[in-house]
C-alpha cells in the first residue's frame, strides 16, 4: 500500500457500562495509507448538523494510536495488555483518561481492497470505570 485508498468506513461501537447497553454505528468515506511503518485510517464524523470531528487512527502491530479533532479533541493509546494514558479535550477542560485494552486485531486485504480493525477495552475517566467498548471497523476500497 504506497498510494493512499480511498475507503469506506462502517463503525459499529458497543459500550457496556453498569448493565447497560448502548449501540452505535457511523458510516463515513475516508482514506487508508502507509507511513513510516504503521497504517493510517482517516475519516470524518458529523457530531451533530454542524459540529465535525476529524479522526486518525495510526495502527502498529502491538498499538493503536486514535486522534480525534473538532468539536471533539481527543488522544488515545491502545497496546494489549497494558493500561495507556491519554487526553480528552471536554468544554470544562481536560480529563484524564485511560484505557485497559483486552482485544486488538487489524487486518486489511490489499488484493480485495476490504479489511477491519477491532477493539475492546475497559475505558477509565479520571481512574472511574465508564464503561467496556467493542468497536468494529469494517473497511471496504471505494470503486475507481
Do not use: C
Not at 2 to 27: W, Y
Not at 62 to 76: K, L, N, P, W, Y
Not at 89 to 102: L, R
Amino acid at each position: 500500500m504506497d498510494v493512499t485508498i480511498p475507503v469506506e468506513v462502517d463503525l459499529h461501537t458497543k459500550i457496556i457500562d453498569s448493565g447497560a447497553t448502548e449501540d452505535s454505528k457511523l458510516s463515513s468515506n475516508g482514506t487508508l495509507y502507509r507511513k513510516n511503518g504503521a497504517v493510517y485510517l482517516r475519516y470524518e464524523e458529523m457530531i451533530n448538523e454542524k459540529d465535525k470531528v476529524n479522526t486518525t487512527i495510526k495502527i502498529l502491530t502491538d498499538e493503536i494510536t486514535i486522534i480525534r479533532q473538532g468539536a471533539v479533541s481527543m488522544r488515545q493509546r491502545f497496546s494489549p495488555g497494558t493500561e495507556k494514558e491519554g487526553t480528552y479535550e471536554s468544554p470544562y477542560g481536560p480529563i484524564q483518561i485511560s484505557t485497559k485494552t483486552d482485544k486488538i486485531d487489524f487486518d486489511w486485504n490489499e488484493t480485495v481492497q476490504k479489511g477491519y480493525l477491532s477493539m475492546d477495552y475497559q475505558v477509565l475517566f479520571q481512574g472511574e470505570e465508564a464503561g467496556y467498548h467493542q468497536m468494529l471497523i469494517k473497511l471496504r476500497g471505494e470503486e475507481r
